[in-house]
């Protein structure tokens, strides 16, 4: 049992999504995410963000801009080698090289070069084409949707998982499609509230709810958190 089970076991899901945004804002106020100065810079962010930090996505996103390759053709030109070199601290780096390779690919030979293109069409539509990219997995499909190209689709990961199987809404080993399926058919649909939900979600899981060993006593979806914040401040 963990202090926040209080909240499927009173509220219907429906009730409990923004009871848990609205005090994770209160905590974090808005996130802005995902940080980036251009629809190519986030996707290239989301796509090598898997499987890493952020610190490390960071370091390799500054070695393109260091060598002013934040730019679609001038990505499709180059080596490939001299690529994975640039994006090494991201980890992975010859196969992330290859996934960055093949969905620039897509855009220059698909939508002229286009990002604006790339994203115009329906949600299922625009998935469906990521997901056929080589190293393109629903998380990256999903935050490439909604953070490039504001499309309200809400990102699931296992921090998502791991803080709704331990509300009790969810069991552990619910899929990606079902989970995400539950929370779309239980909160209202709106790009901006997906965006920062997941973020919150993030943060709540990187700072209270871990893997092992959770800070449950200063959570603030533990039930006692209301009547104990002063204490926790
Ligand atoms: S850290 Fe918070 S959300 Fe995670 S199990 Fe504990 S009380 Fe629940």
């Given at each position: ?9 009173n ?33 290239i ?17 500054d ?6 390759l ?38 220059v ?8 293109d ?71 649909t ?44």
């Open positions: 049992m963990f202090p926040c089970n209080y909240l499927s076991e509220k219907t899901l429906s009730e409990g999504l923004p009871l848990i945004y609205e005090k994770l804002y209160l905590i974090y106020g808005p996130q802005d995410w995902w940080p980036g100065d251009s629809k190519l810079e986030i996707i962010g989301a796509i090598l963000t898997q499987a890493v930090s952020w610190s490390n996505v960071e370091m390799a996103i070695n393109l801009k260091g060598q002013n934040i730019d679609i053709n001038k990505l499709h030109k180059i080596d490939k080698n001299r690529l994975a070199k640039l994006i090494k601290p991201s980890g992975y780096y010859n196969m992330k090289a290859k996934k960055l390779k093949s969905f620039i690919d897509v855009v030979n698909e939508y002229n070069s286009n990002l604006d790339f994203g115009k069409g329906k949600r299922e539509q625009k998935r469906k084409e990521l997901l056929e990219i080589y190293g393109i997995g629903p998380e990256t499909a999903d935050s490439i949707l909604l953070y490039a190209y504001q499309k309200p689709v809400f990102v699931i990961d296992t921090y998502t998982k791991r803080i709704f199987s331990r509300i009790n809404y969810i069991e552990k080993d619910i899929s990606y499609e079902n989970l995400q399926s539950l929370i779309e058919d239980n909160i209202e709106k790009q901006e509230l997906f965006n920062e939900y997941h973020a919150l979600l993030v943060n709540l899981a990187k700072d209270y709810c871990l893997k092992s060993s959770p800070f449950c006593d200063q959570c603030p979806l533990n039930k006692h958190y209301e009547e104990e914040k002063d204490d926790y401040c």
